[in-house]
């Protein structure tokens, strides 16, 4: 399973652009990667998910290089009520949710 | 915006009692799934559920827990004679056929408080 490191927690400020490195070194060829995130006594909520290059929704982009070994979750200009812990995941094409492991995730805190 | 609905919010049981956690899933998703968070630590895989039957199972789904799909659209985890440790946040997630594999849609939980 490949293990997933990110920072403990960041902080920003509103409108400014926010991006979270994940490291993934030992990640497989059939490994996807998911981001998620969670404000306080919520479920967490699927942002983005990626396999390579460069994916983008409404809410953010997820930049993945080409050994794969990090990934970056850009916010555009976030705002206050991005406040919350973001979470990077990786799992293979199986979709075996068993090996979806949820770590610490990146406390982000966004400041006025 | 197709939500997860999870009933009750709250429930305080007493420790030795059984409990059922409702959840409604998104109605065409297929896939359902059990996760807990215990008060400040990471959230972590219970069982998933596919074809009416499970499909994982985590070391923590011992024989005290089971889940059911009783109707076209509640899915229960029933946890039997419940401990202190077994207080936490339980949240169902269900995901489509053919979305992102891991793309699963959350509820806001149930908190579970065993006294």
């Known amino acids: 399973l490949a293990k997933t490191t990110q920072p403990i927690s960041m902080d920003s400020y509103e409108g400014q652009e926010v991006n979270i490195t994940c490291s993934h070194n030992n990640i497989a060829t059939n490994d996807y990667i998911t981001w998620y995130q969670q404000f306080p006594s919520q479920g967490p909520r699927f942002i983005i998910q990626g396999y390579k290059t460069k994916v983008t929704n409404e809410v953010a982009s997820l930049f993945i290089p080409a050994d794969r070994k990090s990934s970056t979750l850009s916010l555009p200009r976030v705002s206050l009520s991005d406040t919350a812990v973001y979470y990077c995941l990786v799992g293979d094409t199986s979709g075996s949710a068993r090996q979806l492991t949820f770590g610490s995730g990146t406390q982000l805190t966004v400041l006025p | 915006e197709p939500e997860v609905t999870q009933t009750p919010s709250h429930q305080v049981t007493q420790m030795g009692q059984e409990v059922i956690l409702r959840c409604v899933p998104i109605s065409n998703h297929l896939y359902f799934y059990w996760y807990r968070q215990i008060l400040g630590q990471k959230v972590e895989f219970l069982v998933s559920?596919?074809?009416?039957?499970?499909?994982?199972k985590s070391e923590i789904f011992d024989d005290q827990f089971s889940v059911e799909r009783p109707d076209g659209s509640n899915f229960t985890l029933k946890i039997r004679s419940t401990k202190l440790e077994d207080s936490a946040m339980y949240f169902c997630?269900?995901?489509?056929?053919?979305?992102?594999?891991?793309?699963?849609?959350f509820g806001s939980g149930t908190r579970l408080t065993v006294v």
């Open positions: 559920f596919y074809n009416n039957e499970i499909s994982e």
């Open positions: 997630a269900s995901r489509a056929q053919g979305e992102a594999n891991y793309g699963y849609t």
